[in-house]
């Protein structure tokens, strides 16, 4: 295949990668490696360095959007991203240590998981009155704008919060993905953060994660720029348009087709791994 | 002095959402330019990613990719716009330093200078 013919099939997968994500919120980060690695015949390597080129992109993207309208907690935000980064430094020097069979079985997992969680509808947290002496030392509670006027709200176990959010960060690292899903499991289940708040919080924080372990990943020389532009440029028009379309579209169905694709996913990448085809 | 006195989160709420969007515009237009060279000058040679070698040393290093875009090297460019990209998080770190510094909020700058100093040492290495 010649670098064109290449260039245009990866940068249309990716648009499509990132029209899904934006449209079903899940993200285009956590079908891109198994898109590269299985389709397109790349080094599992290669293809997580470009993937988190692109999480920064889309992330950085929709987070300029977002913190406008005022639902973006930066405190909690910021206090969150220590644990993160610490953690994305962490995978990232895993990543390197750990043999690319042992990464796709690891990469499938999460994939699962991804498929689990989107496929089933959350329990809504219940309202917490009365603010956690942690949370309010660390300036954590916030308010958001509702039509119905300004709503406030008290963060709750921040430890846990702060725990998980190191594994997130983590994740992030070794496998070159936003880790969106296990941030909004930290935020909105343990640290009883609203979901708004909580989503657009964890896009806040993806790009910084993101860009702690690419660091890394360019120093080791794992971000081709040949493979890192279509894929780049491909999911930021991609989840753009799907920014675009969301009000309008019903994406409860598309959501449940997405996680399907995400499960097949899983499994083809532990498949691949247990027999050493990657 | 007016400014600075009243400064408030949602100040700095604004300021950072059009620093990620420059951001990112940026990055995209340079990685852009570099693809338009790229196809170019390559677009007929093959394409082979299924095994691992890991990039020239020059394309790893702030200081080599520099030196690939003044000689204009294609893949040299579009690594420039990667660079950008990867910055675009950590500059708006450290607006958020100088934000919370203007709202006297020293546990904060405290926290954000953590952020920092954990993307300098990945992006520059020890």
Redesign the interface.
């Known amino acids: 295949?010649?670098?064109?013919?290449?260039?245009l099939l990866v940068a249309a997968g990716s648009l499509v990668a990132g029209f899904l994500g934006a449209l079903t919120g899940l993200g285009g980060g956590v079908v891109l490696v198994p898109l590269?690695a299985i389709l397109?015949?790349?080094?599992i390597?290669?293809a997580i360095g470009a993937s988190l080129?692109a999480v920064?992109?889309t992330s950085?993207?929709a987070?300029?959007?977002y913190?406008?309208e005022?639902f973006?907690n930066?405190?909690v935000g910021?206090?969150l991203?220590?644990a993160t980064?610490?953690g994305?430094?962490c995978g990232?020097f895993l990543a390197t240590r750990i043999p690319?069979p042992a990464l796709a079985i690891v990469f499938g997992l999460v994939l699962l998981y991804s498929a689990y969680l989107s496929s089933r509808t959350r329990p809504l947290p219940p309202a917490n009155e009365e603010p956690d002496p942690l949370a309010t030392r660390?300036?954590l509670n916030g308010s958001f704008p509702t039509p119905n006027g300004v709503r406030h709200y008290f963060v709750r176990r921040v430890p846990a919060g702060f725990g998980l959010m190191f594994g997130a960060g983590t994740l992030s690292g070794l496998l070159g993905i936003g880790s969106g899903a296990v941030k909004v499991l930290a935020m909105d289940q343990a640290m009883r953060i609203p979901f708004k708040v909580s989503t657009t919080t964890s896009n806040f924080m993806i790009?910084?994660t993101?860009?702690?372990?690419?660091?890394?990943y360019?120093?080791?020389?794992?971000?081709?720029?040949?493979?890192?532009?279509?894929v780049?440029?491909g999911v930021?028009a991609g989840s753009l348009l799907g920014t675009r379309v969301l009000v309008k579209a019903q994406t409860r169905s598309l959501r449940l087709v997405f996680a399907v694709v995400i499960a097949i996913l899983g499994v083809e990448m532990i498949y691949k791994g247990l027999s050493g085809k990657i | 002095m007016t400014i600075w006195a009243k400064w408030t989160d949602q100040k700095t709420e604004e300021i950072i959402g059009n620093l990620l969007r420059a951001g990112v515009l940026l990055a995209a237009m340079v990685v852009s330019a570099g693809a338009i060279l790229y196809l170019v000058r390559h677009g007929e040679a093959p394409a082979d990613y299924r095994i691992f070698r890991g990039e020239p040393t020059d394309l790893r290093h702030v200081r080599g990719i520099l030196k690939n875009t003044r000689e204009g090297h294609a893949r040299g460019i579009i690594q420039l716009g990667v660079l950008l990209l990867i910055a675009t998080p950590v500059v708006r770190v450290a607006f958020s330093v100088f934000a919370f510094a203007l709202e006297k909020d020293r546990m904060y700058v405290i926290f954000t200078l953590i952020v920092l100093s954990v993307l300098m040492y990945s992006l520059l290495g020890a």
């Open positions: 295949m010649s670098v064109l013919v290449f260039t590269l397109f015949k790349v080094d390597r290669y080129v920064i992109a950085s993207g987070a300029a959007a913190v406008k005022g973006t930066i405190r910021m206090f991203e220590i980064t610490l994305a430094l990232a690319a660390l300036k790009g910084v993101a860009a702690a372990s690419a660091g890394v360019l120093r080791r020389g794992y971000i081709d720029p040949g493979l890192a532009m279509p780049m440029l930021l």
